[in-house]
T-cell receptor, first 115, second 114 residues
């Protein structure tokens, strides 16, 4: 069975602090994709990153970085020097096979950055 | 125009009303989706259309009726809804049905059933 767990329901940090959002996934498929989406108060889910199961290289994009570790089935997301605009709900998702029925979202982590 | 546009942004309807949600994508994508987002629950896939044909229907009650007249437009027709149907309804699109490159989401319609 496929599953995505985001154990942190809500996190609050003070601006300029670093914060890591955890994502643990379960699948027996050897080929899969992992995603992170950001949902600001406006509602739309904004695509942040896609990673396939064969690429364990960590990625950095500005203040955002992602740590993919197959050994622990984790795909964690770190925001460095957080800003108020980072306040949002962040979703991790796992895709196996083809078709939208094979896309599994976590329940999200609400991040609040306090000025 | 942004990638995926949903209207209206907010909707309040009585249980006996009939209303429709609209979604339009300007990305040239071939697949479109309806998701339901309720508090504290993972996103729930409702319907999938690929090249205007419905390819997946996740046991959604018949009071929700989708329509995809062309690859750019998707509607969700609502009638005799229940209070538990109150949620954020998100439309999404992807390049194709395989969607391995992810989805582009709209801003959603916040639906309240009274």
């Amino acid at each position: 069975a496929q599953k995505v767990t985001q154990a942190q329901t809500e996190i609050s940090v003070v601006e300029k602090e670093d914060v890591t959002l955890d994502c643990v996934y379960e699948t027996r498929d050897t080929t899969y994709y992992l995603f992170w989406y950001k949902q600001p108060p406006s509602g739309e889910l904004v695509f942040l990153i896609r990673r396939n199961s064969f690429d364990e290289q960590n990625e950095i994009s500005g203040r955002y970085s992602w740590n993919f570790q197959k050994s622990t089935s984790s795909f964690n997301f770190t925001i460095t020097a957080s800003q108020v605009v980072d306040s949002a709900v962040y979703f991790c998702a796992l895709k196996v096979g083809t078709g939208a029925n094979n896309l599994f979202f976590g329940t999200g982590t609400r991040l609040t950055v306090i000025p | 125009e942004t990638g995926v546009t949903q209207t209206p942004r907010h909707l309040v309807m009585g249980m006996t009303n009939k209303k429709s949600l609209k979604c339009e994508q300007h990305l040239g994508h071939n697949a479109m989706y309806w998701y339901k987002q309720s508090a504290k629950k993972p996103l729930e896939l409702m319907f999938v259309y690929s090249l205007e044909e419905r390819v997946e229907n996740n046991s959604v009650p018949s009071r929700f009726s989708p329509e995809c007249p062309n690859s750019s437009h998707l509607f969700l027709h609502l009638h005799t809804l229940q209070p538990e149907d109150s949620a954020l309804y998100l439309c999404a699109s992807s390049q194709d049905w395989a969607a391995n490159y992810g989805y582009t989401f709209g801003s959603g319609t916040r639906l309240t059933v009274v």
